[in-house]
């Protein structure tokens, strides 16, 4: 079948041609490439960030949280509750 490229179980129309060298990032619901890459970060983790055309990367170091502010929020409830996370005694705290 000519013009399908196959993901796993299911096949997608190929909406452009995969790039010979580097790396290549599909949006893997319709198959199409939204990032091309001529190098790949060297790390253990990295936020992505896209915008249009140009891609870049932030390295995360090992004690960096990543999450939304209902994650946050959510884990400032427990603590506050005292069923999760506690906060040591004299630990900084934000006045909400």
């Not at 096949?11 to 198959?31: F, H, L």
């Not at 001529?38 to 891609?55: H, I, K, N, Q, W």
């Not at 939304?68 to 006045?95: C, D, H, N, W």
Request: glycine share 8%; charged share 20%; aromatic share 10%.
């Amino acid at each position: 079948m000519a013009g399908l490229v196959y993901f796993e179980d299911f096949a997608v129309s190929k909406k452009q041609e995969m790039p010979n060298t580097g790396y290549a990032i599909i949006r893997c619901d319709d198959g199409v490439i939204v990032a091309r890459l001529t190098s790949f970060p060297v790390c253990e983790r990295a936020l992505m960030y896209r915008r249009g055309d140009t891609v870049s990367f932030m390295p995360l170091q090992p004690d960096e949280i990543v999450g939304t502010l209902s994650l946050f929020s959510q884990m400032i409830e427990k603590a506050r509750s005292g069923v999760g996370y506690q906060v040591p005694p004299g630990s900084v705290t934000l006045p909400s």
